[in-house]
């Protein structure tokens, strides 16, 4: 049995919790946000955190558009609420893993315009099967429409950023741990994922 690599986890967790559903009326609708669906997300998060959050190993796995939906899940469950201007949020009274996640999507942002403005090699296609080829396309507009949002919000990115450096405390990334934390019931948590010495120390 071939184990599939961390990576390869969370596009196969992403991909099951974002596929439509079908009504009955046999209309498309957009995936339910049910506890299945909320379960795969949070292990698509849990292995990006076991991989310690690194871009470099993401970045050189993960499309864009997979990319985009793991740091919005991670947006989303660090408290960010959807929406939100990050330049409007102030770094310094976030808590630390709310303000860490806000970082780590920025620095995505800012080091995927870069890369993309790098000339690709395309790979020679082989024999085209219209399925395959239809995939592509649709990723390749995806990935296109996400780079137009990011470069729009590209000023945005790089003050939050530079916001980050006049930061003078430790920050917390989420844990496999902190990730469990937030999951459960609400209630149960004691406030210790919001606490400083949740998560994954990154140093100042």
Not at 70 to 77: D, G, H, M
Request: aromatic share 4%; charged share 20%; glycine share 2%.
């Amino acid at each position: 049995m071939f184990d599939p690599a961390p990576v390869q986890l969370i596009v196969q967790f992403l991909e099951q919790a974002s596929k439509p559903s079908v009504n009955e009326q046999n209309q498309v609708q957009p995936p339910p946000d049910n506890k299945r669906n909320r379960i795969l997300k949070l292990l698509a998060l849990k292995v990006a955190a076991h991989l310690k959050w690194d871009l470099d190993i993401l970045e050189k796995s993960l499309s864009v558009p997979v990319l985009n939906m793991l740091l919005n899940e991670l947006l989303c469950i660090s408290k960010v609420p959807p929406g939100t201007k990050h330049v409007d949020m102030d770094l310094a009274t976030l808590p630390p893993t709310t303000a860490m996640a806000v970082l780590l999507y920025n620095r995505w942002a800012i080091r995927t315009i870069v890369q993309s403005s790098f000339p690709v090699k395309q790979a020679k296609p082989g024999p085209p099967q219209l399925s395959v080829m239809n995939q592509m396309q649709q990723e390749k507009e995806l990935t296109e429409n996400i780079l137009k949002v990011l470069k729009e919000q590209a000023a945005d990115s790089i003050l939050v950023l530079e916001a980050a450096l006049k930061l003078n405390k430790d920050l917390y990334v989420h844990t496999m741990r902190t990730l469990d934390l937030l999951a459960m019931e609400p209630g149960m948590v004691n406030g210790e994922t919001e606490s400083s010495t949740a998560g994954l120390k990154v140093k100042t």
